[in-house]
Each structure stands twice: as C-alpha cells, then as structure tokens.
C-alpha cells in the first residue's frame, strides 16, 4: 500500500476494479499522507477526512452494486476558487474567509458525478493573482522538492500536493500561466484547455476573458481523463464552447510520426535559465526520435504579451472584484460609519496588497482618458499575438518550448520585485490571451529542481496536445520522478 | 509615467479602497513600476487592428427569456453579513 500514492488515476481505476484495494484504503491512505506532511508544505486551505471518507465508502458501494467509471472513487483536490456547496471557499482571500458557497461550480459538478472524491481544497494566491503563492492570505504552500522555495502559482497548491501524494490528481485554472508553471515547478502535468472549452461557472472570478480550468495530474494520460469530465458546453457559462466533448483518450497511443512541431526562438532568448534551456534541447530530440518533424519557427510580438497581460488582466479583475462590498457575502468590517466607510472598510481589511494593487492599475486603465491608451490597445496588442500563432500554426501542428525561463525560485527571493515575478510568466502568458490550449510536461531537471516543457496547439487541439505529452511521457521518466520528502515513513514510501 | 500621490488618492476613490496615509507612496511606486512594464505596448504599431475582447471571438449568445433559475433567497442570504426580513441591511443612507 506504501506506493499507491504515486500511481496514476488510469493504475488506480484498474486496481479498484478489479478489488485491489478499496476507495476508502485509498482515501484514508492519502488523508494519512496529508496529516504527515501538510505541516511542511501548506498545500491546501481545507481539508475534509470524514466527508471524503463516506463518499469513499460510497463510491466503494456503487462499484459493489455494478457502477464503473475512470474517475469513481479517486481522491482528488480542488483549488480554491471552485465553489463547492456547503463547504468553505476562500480563492486564498481574507475577504472570503468565512465564505460557505451555497452552489457547486460546474466542473465541480460534473467531477461528482463521475464519483471523484473531494479530499480538500488546495492553497492559492489570494483571487489566482501570483505566481509563486505567496499572496495567499493562508500562508504560502511550499516546494515538495525544496520547501525553501515556492511551488509556483496561482494553483501551487494543487501542484504541490499532486507532486507529494497527496491526492491523485487536481484542479485549477490558468488565467497567465496559473495551471502550466505550478505544474513546471513541481514535476507534475498541467493542462490549460483552449478558452471556453471548460465551464466558468462557480469559478471565483479574476479576468473572465482569459480564465480557465484545466487539471493537473502525473500523466497526460490522466489528464485526458480528468479533461473528459470537466469540459462541456454549460448554458450557465455564456462563453462556453458549444461543441461536443471529443474522447481525449481515443487517440493517446497512435504515433506521433510526421507530427509537426515548431520551436519558437523568441523562447530562447536571453533570460532563460541554460540548465532548462539543455533540458528543453534534450526534449526536442527526444521528440525527433518519436518521429516529430522539427522546425524553427517565431511568434515576434511574444515580448508584447507580459505589458498587454498586465493591462487586461487588472482591468478585468478590477471589475470583477467590484462586486465584494460588504453587503451580500465575504468579509464586512466593524461598526461602520455609513455606506461609503462599510464598503472602503470592508474591501481594504478583507483584500491583500497584491490584489489592491492590480485593481488599482485596472481601475486606471480603465478611467477616463487613458482607456484608449492601455486597455484598447492591449487588446489589439492581443489581436498581433494571437495573429502569430495563427500564422504559425499553417505550417505546424504545435509549438515547443520551455514553460518557464527559470526554475522554482526562493520563497521571499522575488517578493520586492513584483515586475520581475510578472516577468517569470512571459512563456505562458501569450497562450491565454490568444485563448489556446497548451499543456507542461516534466522535460527534466535543473539544478535539482523539475523542469517543464509547454506544449501549444491551435484551437480545440487538446487530443493531438495529450497525444503528443503522452507518446513523449512513454519514450522518457521524468513525469515519473518524486520528490524525496521529510518524514518518509519506514516501509520506503516518503 | 509616474504616479503620485494625489492620483493614487483618486484611483483608491474610484475602486472604492481606503489607502492609509503611510501606504500611498508603496502604492504609487508599485503602480508606476508596472505602468513602466506596460509602457512598451505604446512602441507596438496597432493602427487598424482590431481589439480582441473574446480570445474565439465569440459574440454574445441569447436565449429565449425564460425563468431558468429558481429563487434561492434564503440561501444565498444565510452567508451575508447581516439581513433581515429578506433584505440586505447597511448603514443608513437617507437621514
């Protein structure tokens, strides 16, 4: 039983199946892990033994009376900002502290009904708005592979705990990089569909025009698994793609000969950390010998998307914040003096500095005067970068490269420089405003910490992106490296 | 561009965010260093190009008006601050 926590969702389903071990076994076997080692990485805000135990047991009944299913009786984590009923949902914020959601988010409904089971909810930072989470308002999650560095962000917690065993697999969103870097950080898959492809709907809002959920898993295998249940059209989300879900898994064996796959050099550019910039070669040959047809090729407004991001990412979150004032739900302050000081009060107590800040900028681009200069022309800044890849993508299947410049860096090392933290994201950052899909593979290892390769694809690619991960996953085991934690247990599993 | 004071004090206004005395100036270097970041765009020729507001650009769905949504009220009053007989309560507005 010590290493079942290192098994893939695709290993677990065939062992439950066939009465290997049980749900519960399962369960309890994670809630054990995350007592023993949540005390050093803080991984999630909540967490849930009972209720977790009892939908085990009852996931464990429905296969007993002839139910199946690949995801049903899997122990699995949601980030956050998912709303879950009747439990707490923070999105890593004071202001939503006390907050008890009074409705599922779509893609929490749909995980439930194929019989996932909710182990916790993971850290964040506070509204998805980091990378590195320490603008959790729940104390920073840390590194499973070095817990003196940060497992990225917004969804590091969701990462770090699939990297450590402690549920099988993950949710998050990727509004700039949110689901890819934290995956990249800590060895583990993470996939960004393409915009729409998953509902929105009772997912903690930050820049609607550019948030998605996607999961992070071990494999990509799983996380066509995963995908499968979470995307579909949903009438609650009104940019919701009205296509049906393909089988994720039909296509995940063939060969990858012939497959064309372009890598940018605008990603090899100065500032990226050399150790990754060999792993990354390393990868491309690896492809090469799967029979990829590899070619260079360039994205030249790619040094554009961090300013137009940083533009059109606090302008819409600016607006959707808008909506914590006190009143209906989330934190309110003490004995206000009238309207005015009950909403100032209440939205300056209950926000971090990280999350004041980009309202403020996105509340400046948006003010009279300087609307024209900033926040319309990022978006058409959006239109040049989303133009390139479309371009780009007439004469290659996907594009490859690094999915960060550097590697998981020091918990406090970038806090005093949040442009140079903005910065870290420039690889991800063009995908979300052109709204393609895009995944991060463990490609390697730098200087003792993974490395993650990103995957683009063109619109609705997400099967030739998995097909892809998967065949590579096949020729090489960097996906199945783990981090050596504190606190192993005597019978070898850490 | 540089932010000073007097412009945070009118941003935190129109966000509706109370910013003490000793935060303005943290605020407004922080808020110049990424207008600094963004001010590249402004080198980038965007004449006739038209902005992107949906990634697919996808227009706006309708639907026939119906009701779809049953009416959760006193569920979603059980998490405010405070109610009372089904309505929100604030600070009195009108003296």
């Known amino acids: 039983m010590t290493d079942l926590h290192s098994k893939t969702i695709k290993e677990i389903s065939a062992d439950l199946e066939k009465g290997a071990y049980s749900s519960k076994e399962l369960t309890c076997h994670f809630l054990e892990r995350i007592e023993r080692h949540e005390p050093n990485l803080n991984s999630f805000i909540s967490t849930f033994p009972e209720q977790a135990i009892a939908l085990a047991q009852q996931s464990d009944e429905k296969r007993k009376a002839g139910s199946s299913g690949a995801l049903l009786g899997i122990p699995i984590a949601h980030k956050d900002i998912f709303c879950t009923k009747g439990q707490r949902t923070t999105a890593g914020s004071k202001m939503l502290e006390n907050f008890v959601s009074p409705y599922d988010a779509t893609v929490i409904e749909n995980l439930n009904a194929a019989g996932t089971i909710n182990i916790g909810k993971a850290n964040m930072d506070e509204f998805a708005m980091g990378s590195s989470n320490e603008h959790s308002a729940y104390g920073n999650a840390q590194n499973p592979w070095d817990l003196a560095r940060v497992p990225g962000g917004s969804s590091g917690g969701s990462a770090a705990a699939v990297s450590a065993g402690l549920c099988a697999a993950a949710t998050g969103t990727d509004t700039g990089g949110s689901i890819r870097q934290p995956a990249a950080f800590c060895g583990v ?6 915009y729409g492809r998953i509902s929105r709907y009772g997912i903690i809002a930050f820049a609607s025009s550019l948030d998605q959920a996607g999961p992070i898993t071990r494999t990509a295998e799983d996380a ?14 009104s940019t919701s793609i009205k296509q049906p879900v393909p089988n994720y898994s ?15 050099k605008e990603y090899f550019a100065d500032g990226l950390d050399r150790d990754i910039e060999a792993a990354i070669q390393n990868a491309v040959k690896e492809l090469e010998k799967l029979g990829a047809e590899i070619s260079e090729i360039s994205l030249p407004n790619t040094k554009h998307a961090v300013p137009a991001y940083y533009v059109i990412a606090p302008a819409e979150c600016s607006a959707n914040l808008s909506r914590y004032d006190g009143v209906r739900f989330g934190h309110r302050c003490e004995d206000p003096v009238d309207i005015s000081d009950l909403i100032k009060r209440s939205r300056s107590e209950g926000f971090g500095d990280e999350v004041k800040s980009r309202i403020m900028a996105g509340t400046f681009a948006l003010s009279a005067g300087y609307y024209d200069a900033y926040y319309r022309k990022a978006q058409q ?9 479309l371009q780009v993508f007439n004469d290659v299947d996907l594009i490859l490269g690094p999915t960060t410049p550097s590697p998981a860096f020091k918990i406090g090392e970038k806090s005093n420089d949040p442009v140079s933290m903005y910065l870290e994201d420039i690889y991800t950052i063009s995908v979300n405003l052109a709204g393609l899909p895009a995944i991060s593979v463990p490609a390697g290892m730098a200087h003792g910490l993974p490395v993650g390769m990103q995957l683009i694809g063109p619109y609705h690619s997400e099967a030739k992106i998995l097909n892809a991960a998967h065949q590579f996953q096949q020729a090489t085991d ?8 504190a606190g192993a247990d005597k019978t070898g599993g850490s | 561009m540089e932010i000073d004071n007097e412009v945070i004090l009118n941003i935190a206004e129109l966000a509706q965010l109370e910013v003490k005395d000793e935060a303005i100036s943290k605020y407004a270097d922080k808020l110049t260093a990424m207008l600094n970041l963004v001010e590249a765009m402004q080198t980038v020729n965007t004449d006739n190009i038209e902005p992107v507001s949906n990634p697919l650009d996808a227009i706006q769905v309708m639907r026939d008006d ?21 309505l929100y309560l604030v600070p009195r507005v009108v003296e």
């Open chain 1, 189 to 194: 898959t993470g996939l960004k569909p393409t």
């Open chain 1, 224 to 237: 066509a698994i995963m995908l499968e249940t979470m995307a579909g059209y949903d009438p609650k989300d």
């Open chain 1, 250 to 264: 039909a296509n995940i064996n063939d060969s990858i000969e012939g497959l064309r796959v372009g890598v940018c």
């Open chain 1, 381 to 389: 800044i959006r239109r040049l970068i989303k133009d390139d890849f």
């Open chain 1, 478 to 485: 960097w996906h199945l490296k783990s981090p050596a934690l």
């Open chain 2, 66 to 86: 119906e009701v779809t949504e049953e009416n959760l009220r006193d569920e979603y009053q059980a998490i405010a601050p405070e109610v009372d007989a089904g």
